[in-house]
């Protein structure tokens, strides 16, 4: 098996973290805890109802490249909870199923395939039986996130490798219409897809996407899709991204906050040392960036009782004023990806959803893919996910041999 993962290692760890912070280069030697691993044995399935998929691309997610920097903080949430010693990297993956075991039923051998759940879910692990969540489809809610298998477990790869093993609950089935190209985009188009259908806008309401990304752009598509009539208005920082706007009505430029108050018909006012604030915000902002600074003055742009869906994350502690909650009783929606939704009277998964309307051509792909890399290149596709040129939406990793 070849595979690439993330090490639980404290000195490496400690190491990257290092790196990341003053001496960039670093991250790209041996010291990061990130490890492309040529030589471990194949594994055999560790069950009859699980199957081996041999990878054919996978893309590079943002929360790949918090890996390669280290950027997981030991205060956050997530630490306390148990896990194996090594994270393997590839969620975003489209690949054939090699091998099934003698009970899978939902595969055959030939059948392309995706990862639905990564990292959680009871499914994942074969425990029985499931938490209220897994039973409902919102695997990544598991309550059993902590647990461990009952099985013992091999080295079971994901989509940054040449092959993976998973239960057949942790797959789903690509459909036959849909090339190899648009598979591979179908986990982050479920990311966009769950953020707007957890907090769908009102007829008339203002609302802005803050950053253009992969996941960015998809929300725009979907609000559209959606909800036609609310009005779209998207901030991104680089110019080249500015025109990929997929149906915006605007991009605010400028001064942030004389831009949101232009555009929401609000009111800037100016404190000290820099401190602003705008009355009379947005009704409702989707945050794809993530960063300290986005969610501190996401909270200021939105009009009383406003909603601020938090699509972005970085996974370490952050700063911010949370005055504007209180005060103006702004709503605060988390997003974990995907699970099940409720679309048009029937529950459906986020993937399927999502690869109906990308059959359907109501949700459109074309120039996402930007950049290729080959496995063994995956330091070249980090690097490029760090320097972030403006052409950059989404970078995918070639897995065949």
Known sequence: MKTIYYEKNIPKILLTKF???????????????????????????????????????????????????????TSIALEPMPGSDRIYLGHETIGIVEEIGSQVTKFKKGDRVTLVEYMSGCGNKCIE?????????????????????????PYTGAGFGDFYLAPEEQLEK??????????????????????VLMSLPKPGDKVMVLGAGTIGLGIIQFL??????CTIYVMERIPEKQQFRLGAREILKGDPYTAVARAA?????????????LMGG???????????WAFHHSLRWLRARGTLVKVGHHMCP???????????????????????????????S????????????????????????????????????????????????????
């Open 318 to 348: 952050t700063k911010y004023d949370e005055t504007p909650i209180w005060w103006q009783e702004v709503r605060i929606v988390g997003i974990d990806a995907h699970g099940m939704e409720e679309y048009e009277g029937r529950r459906v």
């Open 19 to 73: 790196a990341a912070r003053y001496i960039k280069p670093l991250l790209f030697t041996g010291i990061n805890a990130v490890k492309y691993d040529k030589n471990l044995p194949d594994p055999p399935l560790p069950s009859p109802k699980w199957v081996k998929v041999r990878n054919i691309m996978a893309g590079v997610c943002g929360t790949d490249l918090s890996f390669f920097k280290s950027t997981p903080g």
């Open 224 to 229: 559209k899709i959606l909800q036609p009539e």
């Open 265 to 277: 018909g609000g009111k800037v006012y100016n404190g000290m040392m820099k401190n602003r604030m």
């Open 174 to 195: 690509v459909f036959d219409e849909l090339t190899d190209d648009e598979a591979v985009m179908i986990e982050p188009t479920a990311v966009s897809l769950h953020a």
């Open 129 to 153: 039986p499931p938490c209220r969540f897994c039973r409902e489809g919102n695997y990544c809610l598991c309550e059993n996130y902590g647990e461990p298998s009952p099985l013992e477990l």
């Open 282 to 292: 947005f009704d409702m902002i989707y945050d794809c960036v993530g960063s300290p």
């Open 350 to 401: 986020t993937f399927n959803l999502a690869q109906e309307f990308i059959r359907d051509r109501k949700y459109k792909l074309d120039g996402f893919i930007t950049h290729r890399f080959k496995l063994e290149d995956y330091k070249k596709a980090f690097k490029l996910m760090m320097d972030n040129p403006p052409d950059l939406v989404k970078i995918v990793l070639d897995c065949r041999e």
